[in-house]
């Protein structure tokens, strides 16, 4: 199956999450330096009630300083490098709608390739129940007479007639662990596909694909 082009990812990994990160980063700083005015603002308080206006002027000039920082970094956080614009958005947003669209017609496409797979395997399976069923017809004739042959006449040699397809056994193992049975196979396609949701879950986890 061709690779799809993953422009949202792109879109996503390069300019969204990418802003993202360097605005998370700008409001740490930003942050700390208005934790910093509060605790200025206590302290020059403090010093004017304490009458001690040398040591507020200079705590009013430290706080000059802060406020102009701020300054520098609101202007900076509200700038295009890191504030994700409407056309990003709408980029993302537009590669995203059409490759999900794509990835929605091949699981369509995957799932009928899937359920025909089911079919094709019900016609096996119809003529596997078949062979064992017309097995079975000539195990419990034999059946009888292996009783007839060991205990001639007696009234405890019956003819059971039809016998369930668990109970006709061509080698595959005994009644409690019979693998051609509905739920024997069930078993393992089951096995079968979760092995390879965890193998592609591991490609990922791993690091050996991208996410």
């Known amino acids: 199956m061709a690779k799809l082009k993953e422009q949202a990812i792109?879109?996503?990994?390069?300019?969204?999450?990418?802003?993202s990160l360097k605005s998370k980063e700008l409001n740490k700083d930003y942050n700390n330096l208005t934790s910093q005015l509060r605790d200025l603002d206590n302290k020059i308080e403090y010093y004017r009630?304490?009458?001690?206006?040398?040591?507020?002027?200079?705590?009013?000039?430290?706080?000059?300083?802060?406020?102009?920082?701020?300054?520098?970094?609101?202007d900076k956080l509200n700038s295009d490098d890191f504030v994700v614009t409407d056309n990003e958005f709408e980029r993302f947003y537009d590669a995203y709608h059409k490759e999900l669209s794509?990835?929605?017609g091949n699981h369509k496409a995957l799932k009928k390739e899937m359920n025909n797979q089911i079919?094709?395997?019900m016609k096996i399976y119809r003529k596997l129940i078949e062979n064992k069923n017309n097995a079975g017809?000539?195990?419990?004739?034999?059946r009888y007479v292996a009783s007839e042959k060991t205990n001639p006449g007696s009234v405890n040699n019956?003819?059971?007639?039809?016998?369930l397809?668990?109970?006709?056994?061509?080698?595959?193992?005994d009644k409690y662990n019979e693998q051609?049975?509905?739920?024997?196979?069930?078993?393992?396609?089951?096995?079968?596909?979760?092995?390879?949701?965890?193998d592609e879950f591991r490609k990922y986890h791993f690091g050996k694909k991208q996410w």
């Open 158 to 163: 019956i003819y059971i007639g039809q016998m």
């Open 102 to 104: 794509e990835l929605k």
């Open 137 to 142: 017809r000539v195990i419990s004739r034999e």
């Open 180 to 198: 051609t049975t509905p739920r024997g196979y069930a078993w393992k396609v089951e096995k079968a596909l979760e092995t390879i949701s965890t």
């Open 119 to 121: 079919e094709s395997l």
């Open 10 to 19: 792109e879109i996503f990994d390069n300019e969204i999450y990418a802003k």
């Open 165 to 173: 397809h668990h109970q006709i056994n061509l080698g595959d193992g």
């Open 49 to 74: 009630k304490d009458g001690d206006y040398a040591e507020v002027t200079k705590l009013k000039r430290k706080q000059s300083e802060l406020e102009n920082e701020i300054v520098k970094l609101d």
